[in-house]
C-alpha cells in the first residue's frame, strides 16, 4: 500500500513540476477555477429565483444527484469501467506483489475525491444557500461518509465477483440505461402537463414510490429524515440503508478478489487513453468507446470545378452517413434549448426583455461549446487543398460551408424552444438563429485565425485559449454596443446591431484567415 501511495505522490509532483514549466497549463487550470466558482454562483442564485433555497429544494436536488449518479455509478462498476487504470498500471502495478483489492481500492482514489468534494459542496450550499441548521448538517455529513463506504464496498463486490458473466454485466448496463431513459420520460412527461414550479417539482419528489426502490430510495428517505421531517417511511428506508451499507462493508471485506479483472481494466484503460486522444485531436467525445461508423452506399455523383469541389465532397461524406449532418452537438442544443426554455420561462418573462436572455445563452453557447472537430479543420491538413488551382478565400468558404449549415440547423434547434415558450418575437428568434450562425463561422474562423497566429508552439490548448480571449474581446465589443443601443435608443434595435456587427467582424477575420489556406508551408 505504501508503494502505491509513494507512486501517487509521485505523479502528482511530476504533474505539478509539468505544470510549472507550462504557465499556460497553469493559466487553463486557474480559468477552469475561476469558471467553477462563477458556475456555483450562479447555480446559488438560480436556486434562490426558482425558490429552491430551502432545505426542501436541497432534498430535490439530492434526490436527482442520486438517483442519477448511483444508478450511473452501478452501472461502470458492473461494467468494470467505472475505475481509471493508466495503460502503464498494465504493467508495473497489476505484475507487483500487491494485494489485488489494495489496487483496486487505491485506483478509484479520483472516485473518492470527486464525491468528496460533491459532498463539501452540498454541505457548504446547504448552509449558505439552503438555510439548513448545524446540527441536521453534522447528520447529512454522516449520511455522506455511510454514502462513501457503500460505493467502496459496491465497487469492491462487483470487480472481484466472478459469478456475474460477461453477458450478465451488459444486460445489467442496459437494464439502468432504459430504467434511466423512463425516468427521465416520465420527468419530462410530468413537467411538460404540470408546468416547472417549485410546488410540481415538490410534488414529484415528494412521491412515495421514489422512497421505496432499494438502496436509492433508502438513501433518499435518509435526507428526508434528516432534512425535513422524520415519519415511518423515512425512518424504515434510513434504517435500511444504513443495514446496507453495514451488510456490504463486511462483503466486501470478506470476498476473495484474485485480480480476474486486471484484463477488464486494461482494456478499459487503453480505452481511455483512445478517447483522451481523440478529445485532444478536437474531436467532441461523448463517449468512452467510438462505435464503427455504418455508411450508406451512395450512387449520386457530384461534379464541381475549383474550390467548389471540397463541399460537395463534404456534403457526399455527410449523405452517407446514417445521420447526415445531424450530430451530437445538435441533440445538446436541442436538449439544452428545451432546458432552459422551461428553466428560465418565469425569469425571462417576469424581465420584459427575454430577447437579452436569448442573446446571452447564444453568446454563451459560442464560447463555452467550441472544442469539437468538423470535417473543416480535416481540410487543412490535406495536402491536395493547397494545388487546387483557386482563390484562397474560396478554399476557405467552401472548406467551411456545411459547417455553416449544420450551425443554423443547431441554431434552429436551439432557438425556437425557448422563443415559443418565452414568447420571444418571431423575427427576434429569426435574427436569433442567424446570430447564432454566424458566430458559429466566427468561431471556425478565429481558430484558423489563431492557428497561423500561435502555431504549434503552444499547441492545441494554446490555440484555443488565444481564440476564446480574441473572440471574447470582439464580441465584447459588439455585445456592448447593441446593448447600448437597446438602453439609451430602444430594444428593438438589439437583434439588428448585433446581427451587423458580427457579420462584419466575421468577414473581416475570415478574409485574413483565408491566408492559411494559400500556403501549406506556413504552419512549418
Known amino acids: 500500500m505504501r508503494a502505491l501511495l509513494y507512486l501517487t505522490k509521485r505523479s502528482m509532483i511530476n504533474n505539478l513540476k509539468k505544470a510549472v514549466k507550462k504557465p499556460l497549463t497553469l493559466l487553463v487550470v486557474l480559468a477552469c477555477a475561476a469558471y467553477a466558482v462563477f458556475l456555483a454562483v450562479m447555480l446559488a442564485e438560480l436556486a434562490v429565483q426558482m425558490k429552491f433555497d430551502s432545505a426542501k429544494g436541497m432534498v430535490i436536488i439530492l434526490t436527482v444527484w442520486s438517483l442519477y449518479l448511483f444508478l450511473l455509478n452501478f452501472m461502470s462498476y458492473a461494467s468494470r469501467k467505472g475505475i481509471l487504470f493508466r495503460p502503464a498500471h498494465a504493467h508495473f502495478i497489476f505484475n507487483a506483489p500487491v494485494d489485488p483489492k489494495v489496487v483496486l481500492i487505491h485506483g478509484a482514489w479520483m472516485n473518492y475525491l470527486s464525491s468528496v468534494v460533491f459532498f463539501l459542496i452540498f454541505i457548504i450550499a446547504g448552509i449558505t444557500v439552503f438555510d439548513v441548521s448545524l446540527w441536521r448538517i453534522l447528520l447529512f455529513a454522516g449520511i455522506c461518509i455511510c454514502n462513501l463506504a ?19 454485466r451488459e444486460w445489467i448496463g442496459r437494464g439502468i440505461k ?14 411538460w402537463k404540470k408546468g416547472v414550479s417549485f410546488a410540481t417539482v415538490s410534488a414529484f419528489f415528494d ?10 430510495g433508502w438513501e433518499i428517505s435518509a435526507f428526508h429524515l434528516i432534512l425535513l421531517s422524520p415519519d415511518l417511511l423515512n425512518a424504515t428506508g434510513m434504517v435500511l440503508y444504513l443495514l446496507t451499507t453495514i451488510l456490504l462493508v463486511i462483503l ?11 484484463e477488464d481494466a486494461a482494456k478499459f484503460a ?16 461523448m463517449g468512452l468507446e467510438e462505435k464503427k461508423k455504418k455508411f450508406r452506399h451512395m450512387t449520386v455523383r457530384y461534379q464541381a470545378v475549383g474550390a467548389k469541389a471540397i463541399f460537395y465532397r463534404q456534403l457526399l461524406e455527410y449523405r452517407k452517413e446514417r445521420t447526415f449532418i445531424f450530430s451530437k452537438m445538435t441533440l445538446l442544443n436541442l436538449g439544452i434549448g428545451i432546458v432552459m426554455a422551461f428553466a428560465m420561462r418565469e425569469t425571462a418573462q417576469e424581465s420584459g426583455i427575454p430577447q437579452i436572455f436569448l442573446l446571452g445563452i447564444l453568446t454563451y453557447m459560442t464560447l463555452i461549446f467550441s472544442g469539437y472537430l468538423g470535417k473543416w479543420e480535416t481540410e487543412i491538413k490535406t495536402p491536395y487543398l493547397y494545388l487546387i488551382p483557386d482563390s484562397p478565400v474560396k478554399k476557405l468558404w467552401y472548406s467551411t460551408l456545411m459547417e455553416h449549415v449544420k450551425a443554423f440547423v443547431d441554431g434552429v ?4 424552444p425557448i422563443g415559443i415558450l418565452w414568447k420571444v418575437n418571431v423575427l427576434e428568434v429569426i435574427l436569433g438563429i442567424l446570430i447564432y450562425t454566424i458566430l458559429q463561422a466566427n468561431r471556425m474562423y478565429s481558430k484558423v485565425l489563431a492557428q497561423c497566429v500561435v502555431g504549434d508552439v503552444l499547441g492545441r490548448t494554446g490555440q484555443d485559449v488565444v481564440r476564446a480571449f480574441f473572440q471574447m474581446f470582439v464580441l465584447g465589443i459588439g455585445v456592448t454596443a447593441a446593448a447600448l443601443a437597446g438602453i439609451f435608443i430602444s430594444m428593438d434595435l438589439v437583434f439588428p446591431i448585433a446581427l451587423i456587427y458580427s457579420m462584419i467582424v466575421t468577414v473581416i477575420i475570415g478574409l485574413i484567415a483565408a491566408i492559411r489556406f494559400d500556403s501549406m508551408e506556413q504552419m512549418a
Do not use: H, Q
Open 207 to 216: 412521491w412515495p414510490i421514489l422512497r421505496m426502490i432499494p438502496i436509492i
Open 150 to 168: 457503500l460505493e467502496i464496498s459496491l465497487m469492491v463486490c462487483l470487480y472481484s465477483s466472478e459469478r456475474i458473466s460477461e453477458k450478465a
Open 178 to 191: 432504459v430504467f434511466l431513459l423512463m425516468v427521465t420520460g416520465l420527468i419530462v412527461l410530468y413537467f
Open 252 to 262: 466486501a471485506y470478506r470476498m476473495p478478489c484474485n485480480g480476474d479483472y486486471y
Open 270 to 285: 487503453d480505452t481511455y487513453a483512445e478517447m483522451i486522444k481523440r478529445k485532444k485531436n478536437g474531436e467532441m467525445v
Open 413 to 416: 434547434l436551439l432557438c425556437v
